[in-house]
């Protein structure tokens, strides 16, 4: 039910943030990236998504993001997206 609650904000115009984690990424993993969406009615960014990721290569970004449309069943169109990368 949570999960199904959390798919349904992923529908049409949405506000994502894209952030991505080292230091909780457990071995052998690279970082974490963690994609938010801004909940309106409670005025907040929920996260949606986890993914493991194992570098930092701009394919496996585009993989990364290609999944989080095929979770939404392509249903998601983001207004906005704020990511929060470190070089």
Request: hydrophobic share 50%.
């Amino acid at each position: 039910m949570v999960f199904q609650l959390l798919f349904n904000l992923m529908n049409g115009k949405v506000q994502l943030y894209i952030d991505g984690m080292f230091r909780i990424a457990p071995s052998p993993f690279y970082h974490c990236l963690i994609i938010m969406i801004f909940d309106v009615k409670t005025a907040v960014y929920m996260a949606v998504f986890y993914v493991l990721m194992s570098g930092k290569h701009e394919t496996l970004y585009w993989h990364a993001l290609h999944w989080i449309f095929v979770g939404s069943k392509w249903k998601l169109d983001p207004v906005s997206v704020t990511y929060d990368f470190e070089r």
